[in-house]
């Protein structure tokens, strides 16, 4: 088991900045896949942006160029850089990380971009 508790998120206005920040409780290094995912009201949740141990990373179409994910092992942290933000990325954002197939989440963060 690991907690991901996620901060930083906020209401912001459009094209302005956010960083996200999301602790576990335990190691991530290894094989573990870290990801941010994003749920807005009344849509599913989709992926945003995940890194692996070794850094590589991916990124949805529609934040690639403004959003860029990273991660420190030795503090067991995740982190996502949100810049030119729009209305559209409102959402939950959750922390996510998949090890030997299983999944654990994050309670989400509110982000809220307004116009």
């Known amino acids: 088991q690991v907690q991901l508790v996620e901060s930083g998120g906020g209401l912001v206005q459009s094209g302005g900045s956010l960083r996200l920040s999301c602790a576990a409780s335990?190691?991530?290094?290894?094989?573990?896949?870290m990801g941010w995912y994003r749920q807005a009201p009344g849509k599913q949740r989709e992926l945003v942006a995940t890194?692996?141990?070794?850094?590589?990373?991916n990124y949805a179409e529609s934040v690639k160029g403004r959003f860029t994910i990273s991660r420190d092992n030795a503090k067991n942290t995740v982190f996502l850089q949100m810049n030119r933000l729009k209305p559209e990325d409102t959402a939950v954002y959750y922390c996510?990380?998949?090890?030997?197939?299983?999944?654990?989440w994050g309670q989400g963060t509110q982000v809220t971009v307004s116009s």
């Open positions: 996510n990380d998949k090890f030997v197939g299983l999944d654990y």
């Open positions: 335990r190691s991530i290094f290894g094989f573990h896949v």
């Open positions: 890194i692996t141990s070794g850094g590589n990373t």
